[in-house]
C-alpha cells in the first residue's frame, strides 16, 4: 500500500502546476520553423482562463495574461537574420531549432499545389534539395464555415523527404531568396487544386469592395448563423405557414393544392464554397508575421473577366487586414496558354487584362509565363522558371534591387501612321527581341470593320510596327488574342510581353457601355441564385456571371434594365450561355419604363454559347428590355427549359 499511498501524494503535488500544461500553441509554431526578422513578431496560443504565461525567444522575455476564452497573445520586437537554431520557449512548451529571416505564403490553386516529384525536370533537383536554411511547412486541405484557430501542420527542413511533395513554385521561390538574401527562408504552402479565388477569401474581404454587394449579400443570406440567413429563413418559415393555410383550404374547398415554397439554399463546408478555404487554410496562420505572397489561381475563374480584379481587390483586403499588413506584398502569375475545351478563343485574353488590371492594386506584381505555356498542359513543366520570375518581383519590388525590372515588355500605348500601326511598349529598356530569333508572331490588325488580319511585326526601338496588305487603312491592333497563342515577343531580359488589344475592354468605336452595372427586375424573378450577371461586364456562362429568369412555365417573361438616366443608344448587344433553352429573345426600349418600342430580336442556337448585336437608329431610352418569347423543346445543360439565360446585356451609341 505505501507505493500507491506515495504516487497518490506526488501527484496531488503536481496538480498546482498543471495550469503549464494547458499551455498550447498552433500549428505554425513548430520545430524547424522561421521566424519574420525586421518586423514585430506574435506568437500566440491557449492557455487555462487567467493564466500568466512566460514567452522566451533571443533574450526577449514577454509575458500575457489569458483572457476568458484562454486566448493570450505576446509580440517580440523585431529581431534580425539569424541562421543559428534558437528555442522558443512559451510556458513549459518548447519550440526547437526556430530561425529568424524572410517568409512568405504560397497560395492558389494546382499549379501553386504541383508537387516537385509531379513533372520531370522539378523530380530530377529533389535530389538536391537538402539545404538547411530553407524550411517548409504545407497547410493540409480543409474546410470550414467560420475560421478556425489551428490547422495540424508542422515545419520541415528542405530535403528531398520533404521537398519532393512540396508545391514546386514554392520551393524554387524560396531557394531563389534563400541564395539571393542569405538569410535563412521559410514558405508557407496553403494551396488546393481546382479551386476558385472566392473560397480563399474572408466575408469581410468581399465587404470592402462595393462592385461585389450582390454577391456578398448572396452569400450572406446562405451562410449558416449569419443574421441575413436567419432572416431569409424566418422569411421562408412564413411563407411555409401560409402555405399551410393554403393547402388546408385548397383540400376544404375540393381544389389544387398550390407548390410548397422552395427552401432557401444553404453553404456546405466545400472547397468550392465561399470563404471555406480562408476560414480554414488562411485564418488558422493569423496573425502570423511574414514579408509576402506569391498566388497562381485563375484557370477555374477565367471566364468572368474584370469580375476576377474586383475579387482580387476582396482578396488581399483580406489578407491585408487579418495579417494587419496593409502593404503585403502580393506577386501573382498571369495564368499560361490552354485550349479549355470549345469555348471561345478570346474568352481567356480577357482574362489575362483582368489580370493585368490587378497591377493597379498597391504592392502587387504580375509574372508572364505565356512563353512557357503547354496547351496541350494545363500545368506547364517549368515551374521552376514561374517562380524565378516571381522571385524577380520580390528581389525589386520588396528587398529593394532597383537594378531588377521584373515586368516585361508591356503594351503602352498606338498610332497610325498611314498604312502601318505603331504600338510602343512600356518596360522595354532592355530592347525588344524575337525569343526564337524568327519574325515575330501573334500579331494582328484590322481596319474600322474589326476584321482581323495577320500583321508583318517590325522591332523598332521600344516600337513594333505592324502592317498587312489585306488591311490599307489599319485602326486596331492585338497581341496573343488567343487561347493557344504562346508569343516569341521579348525583352531582352528574355521576360515574355502581355497580350493586349487596342480596342477592349473600352472599343472608341463603340464609346461607353451604358448598361455596365445597371440594375434590372424581371417578370420571373429567379430565386435560385441566378438573379445575377446580367450587366457585370462578364460573358461567363455560369453565375453569379450569368443571368437566368425563373422557371414559370408562363411565356412570355421579360427582365428591364433601368439606364439610370436617357441615354441615346443604337446598338444593344445580348448572348446566350451554353446551357438554358433560350430561343427567341425580343429586345425593346423605353423613355419611361412603361411604353416600350421592339427594336430587334434575335433566334438563339441550342447549347452553343452566342452573342447577338441589334442595331438600329440612334434612339433614347433609360430602360431597356429583354422579352423571352420562347423557348427550345430540348434541355441543354441539365436545366429545365422554363428559365431564360442571358449571359450579358451592353448598350451603347456607336458614332
Known amino acids: 500500500m505505501k507505493p500507491i499511498l506515495l504516487a497518490l501524494l506526488v501527484s496531488s503535488f503536481v496538480i498546482p502546476h498543471s495550469s503549464f500544461a494547458a499551455v498550447k500553441l498552433p500549428s505554425i509554431f513548430t520545430d524547424h520553423m522561421v521566424l519574420q526578422r525586421d518586423k514585430a513578431v506574435p506568437v500566440w496560443g491557449k492557455a487555462a482562463p487567467g493564466e500568466e504565461v512566460v514567452v522566451e525567444f533571443a533574450g526577449q522575455k514577454k509575458t500575457a495574461k489569458a483572457d476568458a476564452g484562454g486566448r ?6 523585431p529581431m534580425p537574420a539569424n541562421a543559428e537554431p534558437q528555442v522558443l520557449k512559451a510556458g513549459n512548451v518548447s519550440v526547437q531549432d526556430v530561425l529568424i529571416g524572410e517568409v512568405w505564403l ?46 495540424p501542420a508542422k515545419w520541415e527542413c528542405s530535403a528531398p523527404e520533404s521537398a519532393a511533395t512540396f508545391s514546386a513554385v514554392g520551393y ?42 450582390s454577391f456578398v449579400a448572396d452569400v450572406r443570406s446562405k451562410l449558416p448563423g449569419s443574421d441575413a440567413y436567419r432572416t431569409t429563413h424566418e422569411k421562408h418559415l412564413a411563407a411555409v405557414t401560409q402555405w399551410q393555410q393554403a393547402v388546408k383550404t385548397a383540400l376544404e374547398k375540393k381544389q389544387p393544392v398550390p407548390a410548397m415554397p422552395g427552401q432557401p439554399q444553404s453553404l456546405t463546408a466545400g472547397a468550392g464554397t465561399p470563404t471555406a478555404l480562408y476560414n480554414a487554410m488562411i485564418h488558422p496562420l493569423v496573425p502570423f508575421a511574414m514579408r509576402g505572397t506569391i498566388w497562381y489561381q485563375g484557370e477555374s475563374n477565367h471566364t468572368e473577366g474584370f469580375v476576377y480584379t474586383d475579387k482580387t481587390k476582396a482578396l488581399l483586403a ?6 494587419q499588413q496593409p502593404e503585403l506584398p502580393f506577386y501573382f502569375v498571369q495564368i499560361a496558354p490552354w485550349q479549355y475545351g470549345t469555348e471561345e478563343a478570346d474568352i481567356l485574353p480577357q482574362f489575362w487584362q483582368a489580370q493585368r488590371e490587378c497591377l493597379k492594386i498597391p504592392h502587387t506584381g504580375m509574372a508572364a509565363i505565356s512563353d512557357i505555356g503547354e496547351v496541350g498542359d494545363i500545368h506547364p513543366a517549368k515551374k521552376k522558371e514561374v517562380a524565378r520570375r516571381l522571385s524577380l518581383w520580390a528581389l525589386s519590388q520588396t528587398y529593394g534591387r532597383s537594378e531588377i525590372d521584373p515586368n516585361g515588355p508591356l503594351y503602352a500605348s498606338h498610332a497610325v501612321e498611314g498604312a502601318a500601326i505603331r504600338v510602343k511598349f512600356d518596360h522595354a529598356a532592355s530592347g525588344l527581341a524575337a ?70 475592354p473600352v472599343d472608341p468605336d463603340l464609346g461607353d457601355n451604358f448598361a455596365k452595372g445597371c440594375t434590372w427586375t424581371s417578370s420571373d424573378k429567379n430565386t435560385y441564385g441566378w438573379d445575377t450577371g446580367l450587366t457585370d461586364g462578364s460573358w461567363a456562362s455560369f453565375n453569379p ?61 441550342l447549347a452553343k454559347a452566342t452573342r447577338a448585336s441589334i442595331t438600329f437608329p440612334d434612339t433614347e431610352a433609360q430602360h431597356i428590355r429583354l422579352t423571352y418569347l420562347d423557348h427550345h423543346a430540348q434541355q441543354a445543360g441539365g436545366f429545365p427549359n422554363t428559365f431564360g439565360f442571358t449571359t450579358e446585356v451592353e448598350a451603347y451609341r456607336v458614332r
Open 72 to 77: 493570450w497573445m505576446v509580440k517580440f520586437d
Open 106 to 151: 504560397a497560395s492558389g490553386q494546382s499549379n501553386m499545389e504541383w508537387e516537385m516529384q509531379m513533372k520531370s525536370d522539378s523530380k530530377a533537383d529533389i535530389p538536391n534539395t537538402t539545404h538547411p536554411n530553407l524550411r517548409l511547412i504545407e497547410v493540409p486541405k480543409t474546410t470550414a464555415l467560420t475560421p478556425q484557430d489551428d490547422v
Open 172 to 213: 524554387y521561390f524560396g531557394l531563389r531568396l534563400h541564395e539571393e538574401l542569405k538569410v535563412p527562408v521559410g514558405v508557407i504552402q496553403s494551396a488546393w487544386g481546382g479551386t476558385r479565388i472566392e473560397p480563399w477569401t474572408s466575408i469581410e474581404g468581399f465587404d470592402a469592395v462595393p462592385e461585389l454587394k
Open 318 to 323: 483580406s489578407w491585408r487586414s487579418v495579417f
Open 435 to 504: 525569343r526564337d530569333g524568327k519574325p515575330l508572331t501573334h500579331f494582328e490588325i484590322a481596319g474600322r470593320d474589326g476584321l482581323f488580319q495577320p500583321a508583318d511585326a517590325k522591332i523598332d526601338g521600344d516600337s513594333v510596327v505592324l502592317t498587312s496588305a489585306k488591311v490599307p487603312e489599319p485602326r486596331r491592333a492585338r497581341f496573343a488574342w488567343s487561347k493557344l497563342a504562346i508569343p516569341n515577343l521579348m525583352d531582352k531580359d528574355g521576360l515574355p510581353a502581355t497580350a493586349f488589344h487596342t480596342h477592349w
Open 545 to 605: 456571371n450569368s443571368y437566368a429568369t425563373g422557371n414559370s412555365e408562363t411565356f412570355p417573361k421579360h427582365v428591364t434594365i433601368d439606364l439610370k438616366q436617357p441615354r441615346t443608344l443604337n446598338l444593344i448587344v445580348l448572348g446566350t450561355p451554353e446551357i438554358g433553352s433560350t430561343k427567341t429573345v425580343a429586345v425593346s426600349v423605353s423613355t419611361d419604363g412603361k411604353t416600350f418600342r421592339e427594336v430587334g430580336k434575335h433566334v438563339f442556337p
